[in-house]
């Protein structure tokens, strides 16, 4: 490799001759990873379906959580999905692995490094690069509180007089935490999400440089996507927001460039929970920042769509979307280890849109997270509740409940993109209140940990809820899989037909698919005006009207065209 192409970035966040070493240094660090990656040549398909999950999402008396996920993902997932989303997994001290102590371990309650290796030989993995933060515990901040001159001018330390009112803030918590260092001074810490939660401080090149060492160590360890959690809030400029710095972009570019030098087929995506337009920007060009952003208006205007049974706003909203390049595409979500975020629907739904949506969670049993504003006030940051909760009221009988979920799913599957399928929505998770009582956390909502015997001995039982999910779960995946009219990269329209329903025509070589989805409870009759009479259907097989094209109650149709 050659420094310049690190240099060129570098020199628009440091002085000249500090960019010049550290783009040395960095060249070192890449040629170094070089050395020890094994060689990968995977290439994009319809496949490319990711499993978010927690490293202890699953257990079993006989082996670490690890292991538990790699055998259930053997015996039940692997022909339906190829890669799988661990959530943080080094040690940590809170936020469920979001405040890393030691991002050179793996957590001893979850596994190994050997069980990562291994789970790697079976799955392409996403690993958390969480690196606008570390934990108060790790061994970077204890030694900045103890004066180590290795960690001086590594974190953020403010005078709390200082005007700090433009700073964005995703939380309500104060955003300085005092801290008392060895020598009994009391610092105020920068802390955007919680006290745990130590924001690291990359004006200083040497944090940067520990930052792109754990991402090439990613992409050793086999990392095949490297998602940057919170990246949006990682420089920070008083006086400013802090949030989406010129400074960030150009960081994000220079953590993709060191990734793809290192292993050309691993991917960045960034996690930026905020309105669409600001999200999409970490697409830079199409070339050179994230290969991928989360598409974070979908869950909220899809719950917004099955709850009022309209899908018009979802549909004009999917119109609009773009991408840069061939280069880039959406992780297509709907649920996750967070709440569903109501910030990326700011300037697609009016405050009264909403409104429904904060209602149809508290009243399912939910719960809604504020964040603070820099008038003092709060305001709705997200939605707390599982996802096939938040979509149907506790009097929806079973059928109706897996219809309106598996209709959710079956649009994030038709978007153009790479799904992201959190395992408690593959599962038919409902509410865990018992573990918010106990954590004092809204999150813990949705994070329940499971048995694998109990939940296998609920997969294999047709009257449970579990087993309607996933078995409509199942034919959704493996349909999405084996059709390659869904590639990641294909192209996409958004034809108009009836409000209730939501249409998307997915397209690659000579592999036409149109994706329909009955968003309401009623039954729905559409022209297509397409000019075929007959349609294969690809969820059942069955051949169709490809015309007049009659959809059930939150029925799908993807129906191939000739």
Known sequence: MSS??????????????????????????????????????????????????????????????????????????????????????????????????????????????????????????????????????????QGYLAGDLRYADWFIDVDPATDLSQVTRPRSSPLLTEFVDADGRVRHIWTTFSDDQIDVNVHNPEVLLALLRVLADFVVRGAKYIRL????????????????????????????????????????????NVPHDENVSYMGDGSDEAHMVYNFALPPLVAYSLLTGNARKLQDWARGLALPSERTCFFNFTASHDGVGVRPVENILTEAERDVLMRAAVEHGGAISYKRN??????????????????????????????????????ALAMPGIPGIYIHSLLGSRNDNQAVACTGQNRSINRTKLDVAQVVGELTSEASLRSRVFDGMATLLRTRGGESAFHPY??????????????????????????????SGERVTIDTELAAESARELLTGETVSAREVCLSPFGILWLELA
């Open 490 to 519: 294909g192209t996409f329209s958004f034809p108009g037909y009836d409000e209730r329903v939501f249409a998307v025509l997915r397209e690659h070589g000579d592999r036409r698919v149109l994706c329909l989805v009955n968003v």
């Open 229 to 272: 959690d919170a990246i949006a809030f990682l420089w920070k400029e008083i006086g400013t927001t802090c949030l989406h710095l010129p400074q960030t972009h150009d960081i994000v570019r220079l953590m993709r460039r060191v990734v793809e030098d290192v292993n050309p087929t691993t991917l960045i995506v960034t996690e930026t």
């Open 374 to 411: 820099p008038d003092g006030s709060e305001s709705p940051y997200e939605l707390n509740c599982s996802y096939i909760d938040l979509l149907t009221p506790y009097q929806d009988d079973k059928d109706t409940r897996t219809a309106r979920l598996l209709a959710s799913q079956a649009i």
């Open 4 to 141: 310049d192409r690190y240099a060129e970035i570098l020199r628009r966040i440091y002085p000249d001759d500090v960019a010049a070493t550290t783009a040395a240094r960095v060249d070192e660090l890449v040629a170094y990873a070089c050395a020890r990656v094994a060689p990968d040549d995977h290439q994009a398909s319809a496949r490319d379906i990711v499993l978010i999950t927690y490293g202890d999402n699953l257990s079993e008396p006989d082996a670490t959580p690890l292991q538990a996920l790699r055998r259930f993902y053997n015996a039940h997932l692997g022909d339906l999905l190829n890669s799988i989303h661990i959530l943080p997994f080094h040690p940590y001290t809170s936020d469920d692995g979001f405040s890393v102590v030691d991002y050179d371990e793996v957590d001893p309650q979850l596994g190994t490094w050997a069980d990562i290796e291994e789970l790697g030989g079976d799955a392409r993995l996403m690993f958390d690069a969480v690196v606008n933060h570390v934990s108060a515990s790790s061994p970077w901040f």
